[in-house]
């Protein structure tokens, strides 16, 4: 079964509201919790690297004031899109590390996040 | 600097045919490789990964890949393709010091015709 939630799948918004999106490991304290974000037809790439307990770091280009990201327990992360636009419509996803055993590394499912 | 290159950007193939998926990486680091395989709309499956030993990986549905360290390639291969595998492909690259963040390829889209 899955072993990192994500939740939700799919959220429409209108501009310039806030949309959080939440990442849960079920199973495992997670050590490391990424961020991805995926335009249309486009891969993947790496937004924030969120650490329990301590500040995310963030990827050249990110704006760490618009994309929130608390990591406050090992078993959640979430990440924040503040006042969003239509140009942050996109596929976010997380990925999970595992701190003991196991496969190390861990996809959620991605919300589909489209701003009207 | 670090990059991941998958040179094929679609591949169509026949079903019941073979199927290789190119992935060349460039990295300072030992990296760590992974396949994974994307639907429409859906999030990422995990097919396959190497991290040491055995160059030669054996994944789910199907697949393997090989790790070919002096041609910096992790291409993805299987033997008969069925209608099922249609969907995008990609190749990450991540390594000990980015603690699992991956670098990812751009992808490849497999079509599979009748």
């Known amino acids: 079964g899955a072993v990192v939630s994500q939740h939700p799948s799919r959220v429409i918004c209108k501009s310039g509201t806030s949309v959080k999106i939440e990442c849960r490991s079920l199973?495992?304290?997670?050590?490391?919790m990424f961020w991805y974000r995926q335009f249309p037809k486009q891969s993947l790439m790496l937004m924030a690297t969120?650490?329990?307990?301590?500040?995310?770091?963030?990827e050249q280009g990110v704006e760490k004031d618009k994309f929130l990201i608390n990591h406050a327990s090992l078993t959640l992360s979430t990440l924040t899109v503040t006042s969003a636009h239509p140009e942050d419509s996109s596929f976010y996803i997380c990925?999970?590390?595992?701190?003991?055993?196991?496969?190390?590394?861990?996809f959620g499912n991605g919300t589909r996040l489209t701003v009207t | 600097a670090q990059s991941v290159t998958q040179p094929d950007i679609h591949i169509t193939v026949s079903e019941g045919a073979s199927l290789e998926l190119r992935c060349n990486y460039s990295y300072g680091a030992t990296p760590y490789l992974f396949w994974y395989v994307q639907s429409p709309g859906q999030g990422l499956q995990l097919l396959l990964k190497y991290f040491s030993g055995d160059t030669l990986v054996q994944g789910i549905k199907g697949f393997e890949a090989e790790f070919k360290r002096s041609q910096s390639s992790f291409n993805l291969r299987k033997p008969s393709v069925h209608w099922s595998d249609a969907a995008e492909y990609f190749c990450a690259v991540g390594t000990l010091n980015s603690g699992y963040a991956l670098n990812f390829g751009k992808g490849t889209s497999l079509l599979v015709t009748p």
């Open positions: 199973d495992f304290q997670a050590t490391t």
């Open positions: 990925s999970v590390t595992a701190r003991t055993g196991g496969s190390p590394l861990h």
């Open positions: 969120s650490n329990e307990g301590s500040k995310a770091t963030y």
